[in-house]
């Protein structure tokens, strides 16, 4: 891997629109301030954060009370406090549709694909969010 974003590049298939792949790149770390700034924004003004109505949809269904370990579970999600469109935006490079990248086609993207391109981006970024904890202490006591 490249100290360079724009030198970090994958190519992977879209597992949902086969035979469609689409072309990522590793995030600069202005790119990563602006996911989490924007993120931020979104939280302070208000607006419904990413994945607001699937939550609480499932919190109803359960009842409010929150368990421990709904909470960790939620806390380990790689995308928390980070702005998928932001992501997804600087991420996308390429793709195999007729549709060039740009603003209006990012923009007309499903949920399902901005979720995917952006844990895929996040995963070439900083793999490290996406260890479990057994692969955490693992690393840790190989260095």
Same mark, same amino acid.
């Given at each position: 891997?490249?100290?360079?974003?724009?030198?970090?590049?994958?190519?992977?298939?879209?597992?949902?629109?086969?035979?469609?792949?689409?072309?990522?790149?590793?995030?600069?770390?202005?790119?990563?301030?602006?996911?989490?700034?924007?993120?931020?924004?979104?939280?302070?003004?208000?607006?419904?954060?990413?994945?607001? +109505?699937? *939550?609480?949809?499932?919190? =109803?269904?359960?009842?409010?009370? &929150?368990?421990?370990?709904?909470? $960790?579970?939620? /806390?380990?999600?790689?995308?928390l406090g980070?702005d998928?469109?932001?992501?997804?935006?600087?991420?996308?490079?390429?793709?195999?549709?007729?549709?060039p990248?740009?603003?209006?086609a990012? +923009?007309? *993207?499903?949920?399902?694909? =901005?979720d995917?391109?952006a844990? &895929?981006?996040m995963?070439?970024? $900083?793999?490290? /969010?996406?260890?479990?904890?057994?692969?955490?202490?693992?690393?840790?006591?190989?260095?």
């Amino acid at each position: 891997m490249s100290i360079f974003a724009s030198c970090t590049q994958q190519t992977i298939p879209i597992p949902f629109d086969p035979p469609q792949t689409v072309t990522i790149r590793a995030l600069t770390g202005r790119e990563m301030d602006a996911a989490q700034a924007e993120h931020l924004k979104a939280l302070v003004s208000g607006q419904t954060t990413r994945g607001w +109505a699937a *939550l609480f949809k499932r919190r =109803v269904s359960e009842g409010v009370v &929150q368990t421990d370990a709904d909470v $960790q579970q939620e /806390l380990r999600d790689p995308l928390l406090g980070f702005d998928v469109y932001t992501i997804v935006a600087a991420g996308v490079v390429g793709w195999t549709y007729n549709t060039p990248v740009t603003p209006e086609a990012l +923009a007309d *993207l499903v949920y399902a694909a =901005v979720d995917f391109f952006a844990r &895929q981006i996040m995963r070439l970024t $900083q793999p490290s /969010l996406f260890q479990t904890a057994e692969d955490a202490e693992r690393a840790e006591k190989n260095d």
